[in-house]
């Protein structure tokens, strides 16, 4: 009987499994905050360079379909209704564009607004999605200067 007891309770401690220590969890801690912090900011840079390729992808879009009016509507250019984002003939009925673009890089309310300036001014640059020249045709994106080049945020 005695070596039945022997037995059963050498199997027991044969079972008992090892937890980690508070200095092993603290370790993996550490290391997942080191390459948290790492991985993060280039994820930031991600969403901004991705909004940058959006805004000048839907610049183009716009710019062509002012060339396209115009060549089809002998050299006139599209009244545009300034500060609602209906883009007049741009984009009712005509297929130029299939709806108001979005200016991504601005963001809020009014990223699909156009307002009426000869060139990029910054007190509407950060605050409207798009600058246009109704007298000549140009346009620009809001959050980038004349050159196509995104303002620093």
């Known amino acids: 009987m005695n070596s039945s007891i022997q037995q059963h309770a050498s199997g027991i401690v044969g079972h008992v499994r090892r937890a980690f220590t ?19 900011p ?35 250019l599209p009244t545009v209704a300034e500060g609602d984002g209906t883009w007049g003939p741009l984009v009712t009925g005509s297929g130029y564009l299939k709806g ?30 798009w600058v246009y020249d109704n007298a000549t045709g140009r346009i620009w994106a809001g959050g980038f200067d004349g050159n196509d080049n995104p303002l620093p945020r």
């Open 22 to 40: 508070l200095v092993e969890i603290l370790i993996v801690v550490v290391i997942l905050g080191v390459l948290a912090a790492v991985v993060v």
């Open 42 to 76: 280039q994820f930031g840079s991600a969403v901004q360079d991705a909004s940058i390729g959006t805004t000048t992808s839907e610049l183009h879009k716009i710019r062509r379909a002012l060339e396209v009016y115009m060549v089809q509507n002998a050299n006139l």
């Open 100 to 129: 108001p673009p979005l200016n991504p890089y601005v963001g809020g309310s009014n990223a699909g607004v156009i307002v009426f300036r000869n060139a990029p001014d910054n007190a509407y640059q950060t605050t409207y999605g």
